[in-house]
């Protein structure tokens, strides 16, 4: 059995390099593939990964930490101000390193010019400097001074629109926890800009001291507490309160990202496709130029089977180098492209992103997907396999002396 083995082997390797050439462009063009495909899905596994930790890094978080009547079960952009938590209900300490607080509130501000509805938030100001990127994009004026009071941080497109400038004080007008009207007078000391996105007309920060006031809260309440641990898969269960992902929270976006996720498995497939056809091809007239060495084999003994085994053994073996080559090619570009990240805006005519109302410019370092590795080739050893079919068929049905 195993002489056989021996003898197959030696067989298929002969024949293999009997046309170097055509041998040298199949083995080409199957390492090329293999290894475009799985830098082409590390990069867009990538991609989608760092294009989101920009844009979560920016304001909403990974996920939420709320009371659980906060969030309306069926629409996330629906929420009850009066639910509160305070830190003695997070039985997990941990989460509280890579989390900050806020207070939120539905309120008017007005200006001099109009009076506009908008989410005003109060923010821990030295941890959303450490761990968001929401001071960037304060680009007139600053960002909230830590140890300062009544500071209000507007968009760009709703300063315009009330007519407010730096230095300017507007009027902040709302409903307090205990039912009483809440309003205040607070300082513009800086605006927002995320590109001209809707959030830009429909957010303001403040203090979280100043927002409490505002809203008749103690200094132990709050409504969020935000985690910014983007890197962390598995949400956390904690008693008595509701852990939502960015996930649900923006659902619109999620949808899209799985949308791009899977497309780049269609387009793999169609690749995989392509170049499994055009081998087939290939392979159909080598065969068929080897017609008269099977008939010989077949006079002096050999079965079809046994010849059957010799070709599928040299596709095999051709495959599998290929396959090899091409797993090793991928992984070496995707290592190039860990140190040296590559610009998004390449692939958008020089253009930024605009999600979720908010500018997106990321570099995007490609990460290797250990799955990739064994995924890739098992599909493309099954595309191998089923274009095999047809050309043995007609190799078996061409030999006059098939046994």
């Not at 904690?238 to 992902?245: D, H, I, K, M």
């Not at 387009?267 to 130029?289: D, P």
Request: aromatic share 10%; net charge positive.
């Amino acid at each position: 059995m195993m002489r056989s083995l021996a003898f197959l082997i030696k067989f298929a390797y002969r024949n293999l390099w009997r046309s170097p050439k055509r041998t040298f462009i199949m083995l080409l063009s199957l390492s090329l593939g293999t290894g475009f495909i799985i830098w082409d899905m590390n990069f867009a596994n990538s991609g989608s990964r760092e294009v989101m930790k920009e844009f979560l890094a920016q304001y909403a978080g990974h996920y939420h930490i709320t009371h659980n009547n906060y969030y309306n079960p069926g629409n996330k952009k629906e929420f009850n101000n009066y639910k509160t938590l305070t830190d003695d209900q997070i039985t997990d300490k941990s989460l509280l390193k890579l989390s900050t607080r806020r207070v939120t509130a539905p309120v008017f501000v007005s200006g001099e010019k109009k009076t506009l509805g908008v989410l005003l938030t109060g923010l821990e100001t030295e941890k959303e400097m450490r761990l968001t990127t929401l001071p960037k994009v304060v680009t007139v004026g600053r960002f909230l001074e830590p140890s300062a009071e009544r500071e209000i941080v507007l968009g760009k497109r709703l300063a315009n629109r009330i007519n407010a400038k730096i230095g300017d004080e507007v009027a902040v007008i709302g409903q307090a926890l205990d039912g009483s009207v809440a309003n205040d007078l607070m300082k513009v000391v800086g605006l927002l800009d995320f590109g001209g996105g809707d959030l830009e007309e429909s957010l303001a920060f403040t203090q979280i001291k100043s927002a409490r006031e505002l809203m008749a809260m103690s200094d132990e309440q709050y409504h969020q507490r935000v985690t910014f641990d983007i890197d962390q898969e598995v949400l956390p269960k904690l008693p008595g309160l509701t852990v939502t992902s960015w996930t649900e929270l923006l659902p619109e976006i999620s949808v899209s990202i799985r949308f791009i996720d899977n497309f780049t498995w269609v387009v793999t497939f169609i690749i995989v496709l392509v170049i499994s056809l055009g081998l087939s091809n290939t392979l159909m007239i080598t065969f068929f130029e080897r017609d008269q060495e099977f008939q010989s084999l077949n006079i002096i003994g050999a079965q079809t089977s046994w010849v059957t085994k010799a070709l599928m053994l040299e596709v095999f073996m051709m495959g599998t180098v290929a396959i090899a080559a091409g797993c090793l090619l991928g992984h070496l570009s995707t290592t190039y492209f860990y140190h040296f990240p590559i610009n998004i805006q390449l692939f958008t005519g020089g253009k930024p992103i605009i999600m979720g109302g908010m500018v997106i410019q990321p570099l995007v370092r490609i990460y290797p997907v250990m799955e990739y590795y064994w995924k890739v080739p098992l599909l493309i050893y099954f595309f191998l396999a089923s274009t095999m079919i047809y050309p043995l068929i007609r190799v078996i049905r061409r030999s006059k002396n098939a046994i």
